[in-house]
Nanobody, 127 residues
Framework: QVQLVESGGGSVQAGGSLRLSCGMF???????????LGWFRQAPGKERDGVAAIGIDSSTTYADSVKGRFTISRDNGKNTLYLQMNSLKPEDTAMYYC??????????????????WGQGTQVTVSS
């Protein structure tokens, strides 16, 4: 059974930084490098929104609200996805989830593109 496990969430003040990690564990039908990967977030009472995504060619895409502040990266040797979050704002407060998509897609900020999700890690930013 494949599992995605997020870590690195926490509570910070506005302007601070956090680095989220998402490890993939278990047997997979495909090499980790063949998955596109995404970070999503969901605040209470709101929909799950795409934050950042990285394709199998390491191309990246970001939501407008995080451009210039967040950086997504992957380490295929460690089966791990990262999200470096700088200049955090109170509106970044949410549960953050990682997800996988087999192959490449031009819709990697859409939750419907993904079929495997982690359990989430909470990020809280205070003003």
């Amino acid at each position: 059974q494949v599992q995605l496990v997020e870590s690195g969430g926490g509570s910070v003040q506005a302007g601070g930084s956090l680095r989220l990690s998402c490890g993939m564990f278990g047997y997979t039908a495909y090499s980790y490098s063949y998955y596109s990967l995404g970070w999503f977030r969901q605040a209470p009472g709101k929909e799950r929104d795409g934050v950042a995504a990285i394709g199998i060619d390491s191309s990246t895409t970001y939501a407008d609200s995080v451009k210039g502040r967040f950086t997504i990266s992957r380490d295929n040797g460690k089966n791990t996805l990262y999200l470096q979050m700088n200049s955090l704002k109170p509106e970044d407060t949410a549960m953050y989830y990682c997800a996988t998509h087999v192959g490449q897609s031009n819709r990697l900020l859409e939750a419907s593109s993904y079929n495997r999700w982690g359990q989430g890690t909470q990020v809280t930013v205070s003003s």
